[in-house]
């Protein structure tokens, strides 16, 4: 493990710990914590690519303050979907999610929208505009928190980011 199973379980986003054990805090810790060496990579990789840009238009202040809103609101936003009735929301109760991708999911959104022409390489391989790169990959968080595949809880998680990035 990446982090010792005690700083996971008490520092981690679990629904269940925060509805029935008052760990008010995971939606806030939760981000600070990641599942290994290539998970917090990617998520630093994104933060850096997005996020300087970002930070250079909102300044300092700005950039933190709504790194945060998406971060914490995708954490808040996981766990009241882990109250749904639904299967593949059901899961997602009893589940502990790590990581920083619903605030890296809310960076990809602003910088879509601040910069929509800008390319990025998709995948890695695909040269698309951000506005179709982040519309691909909501659609793809969607469908994936939807249908209950890779993992809901992050797709959830990383959908909520996305939609919490927008609205704000």
Same mark, same amino acid.
């Given at each position: #493990?990446?982090?010792?199973? #005690?700083?996971?379980?008490?520092?981690?986003?679990?629904?269940?710990?925060?509805?029935?054990?008052?760990?008010?805090?995971? =939606?806030?810790?939760?981000?600070?914590?990641?599942?290994?060496?290539?998970?917090?990579?990617?998520?630093?990789?994104?933060?850096?690519?997005f996020?300087?840009?970002?930070?250079?238009?909102?300044?300092?202040?700005?950039?933190?303050?709504?790194? #945060?809103?998406?971060?914490?609101?995708?954490?808040?936003?996981?766990a009241?979907?882990?109250?749904? +009735?639904?299967? =593949?929301?059901?899961?997602?109760y009893?589940?502990?999610?790590?990581?920083?991708?619903?605030?890296?999911?809310?960076?990809?959104?602003?910088?879509a929208?601040?910069? +929509?022409?800008?390319?990025?390489?998709?995948?890695?391989?695909?040269?698309?505009?951000?506005?179709?790169a982040?519309?691909?990959?909501?659609?793809?968080?969607?469908?994936?928190?939807?249908?209950g595949?890779?993992?809901?809880v992050?797709?959830?998680?990383?959908?909520?980011?996305?939609?919490?990035g927008?609205?704000y």
């Amino acid at each position: #493990a990446f982090v010792a199973p #005690a700083v996971t379980l008490t520092l981690g986003l679990r629904p269940a710990d925060m509805f029935e054990r008052m760990f008010l805090w995971q =939606p806030l810790t939760y981000m600070f914590l990641h599942g290994g060496v290539f998970h917090i990579l990617f998520n630093m990789l994104a933060l850096w690519m997005f996020g300087v840009d970002l930070e250079r238009r909102w300044g300092s202040r700005g950039f933190v303050k709504y790194y #945060a809103i998406t971060g914490v609101g995708a954490g808040v936003v996981t766990a009241l979907v882990s109250l749904l +009735p639904f299967a =593949p929301t059901r899961d997602i109760y009893e589940v502990t999610t790590v990581g920083a991708s619903g605030a890296i999911y809310g960076l990809l959104m602003a910088w879509a929208l601040l910069f +929509p022409t800008r390319q990025i390489l998709f995948m890695f391989m695909f040269p698309l505009s951000a506005r179709v790169a982040a519309f691909l990959m909501g659609g793809m968080a969607f469908m994936g928190a939807a249908g209950g595949v890779n993992g809901s809880v992050a797709e959830a998680t990383h959908l909520a980011g996305f939609v919490i990035g927008w609205l704000y």
